[in-house]
């Protein structure tokens, strides 16, 4: 089935007058409102999702009150299956485990790696395996998962690779997205507290892995081949953007054929929607439809186009960075279903990292 770019977010493309409004409006919701609901939901229809999506009041990181769309989804790829992550001898080769990252690029994380950390890192205090039979030292039950993949990594679990499997979460572990319908401008540029986004299949779209503080631990947490692992927190979530996401679907031919036209161009020039910034903006592939790395971006990942407007592209698979930073105000990513969104006081996760210094990058539009 082609895939095409959705058309909410997207002014320059008309929405057909053929598509059904499955979510009607209702007093607290305006028809536009409700359009935008069907347009968000089809978006998503790759991903398993518990409630939603629906239109809240909510308040964005630099404190405006404004309308969000709000989504609850476990973090559940229907398409892949997570893993591997850790091999667990020095003899096995890349299919038994995941990737680290390299230079703007994954790299496997084999036996052979594991073996060679101590060259890789310039430190004789690597040695996540046992000398005389190979074995790697894994986290492989939940206490061990729970006390290793953190900042903070427990000194028993210290020269570990690190994993935590699906299976160690709850059933009933989901993250509830709130983004504004409509972005909203922001006097400065914006940390990542909230994550970056959310992927067309449900699955958080992260900030930077705490990279640093996971080395200093003499640990490695590989992500998986589509750029993924686990915490107990969010569940599976990405550090890194793959061929394992090439593009949110379109669910009707006909819809297809309708707006290509308009589309056609964007598409070539761009690259493909794989999913949205906590700010609201769209987040694309990397590269366009022809393999060719989008440049001209901003330092947070995004530029304008005539077709499609203000938008990101995913960072290198190896940066550690999917984007650099907020360039619109952003909402939250919620543990807890019931819970409001108020951006302006939330605390970030451990790792964010530091707030860009500065106003927005230029390109990014003023309101």
């Known amino acids: 089935m082609r895939r095409t770019v959705p058309h909410f977010l997207s002014a320059a493309i008309a929405v057909p007058a053929t598509l059904a409004l499955a979510l009607p409006a209702t007093a607290d919701t305006t028809e536009a409102e409700a359009q935008r609901l069907e347009e968000i939901a089809a978006f998503f229809s790759e991903a398993v999702v518990v409630s939603g999506p629906e239109v809240v009041d909510c308040t964005l990181s630099e404190g405006t009150q404004t309308r969000c769309f709000s989504i609850t989804v476990k973090p559940e790829p229907i398409a892949y299956t997570p893993g591997p992550w850790c091999p667990t001898n020095i003899s096995d080769d890349a299919s038994k485990g995941g990737k680290w990252f390299g230079e703007n690029e994954l790299i496997d994380v084999d036996g052979s790696f594991v073996e060679h950390l101590d060259e890789f890192f310039g ?49 009933g572990v989901s993250v509830t997205y709130v983004i504004p319908l409509e972005p909203q401008a922001a006097s400065e540029v914006g940390r990542l507290d909230q994550g970056a986004g959310v992927a067309y299949n449900g699955v958080r779209l992260d900030a930077s892995a705490p990279q640093e503080a996971i080395v200093a631990a003499h640990t490695i947490a590989p992500l998986d081949d589509c750029g993924g692992h686990v ?77 499609l407007g203000y938008h ?35 605390q970030g996760p451990p790792g964010a990292g530091p707030r860009p210094d500065g106003p927005p990058p230029e390109g990014r539009p003023a309101d």
């Open 123 to 171: 430190d004789d205090e690597w040695a996540l395996y046992n000398p005389e039979t190979g074995e790697i030292r894994v986290t492989d039950t939940l206490e061990s998962c729970d006390g290793a993949a953190r900042p903070d990594v427990a000194e028993e679990y210290q020269n570990y690779c690190v994993q935590c499997l699906p299976e160690y979460l709850d059933d």
């Open 231 to 307: 915490n107990l927190h969010v569940g599976y979530h990405y550090h890194a953007v793959t061929d394992c996401l090439p593009g949110a679907p379109v669910t009707d031919e006909q819809e297809a054929e309708e707006v290509a036209s308009a589309q056609d161009a964007a598409v070539l020039d761009d690259a493909t929607p794989i999913g949205i910034a906590m700010d609201g903006y769209l987040i694309y592939n990397r590269a366009n439809s022809e393999g060719v790395v989008v440049d001209g971006l901003d330092d947070c990942n995004g530029h304008a186009t005539e077709a």
């Open 312 to 346: 990101y592209h995913a960072g290198a698979e190896g940066s550690n960075a999917i984007l650099a930073c907020m360039t619109a105000q952003y909402g939250c990513a919620l543990e807890d279903g019931d819970a409001s969104c108020d951006a302006s006081v939330r």
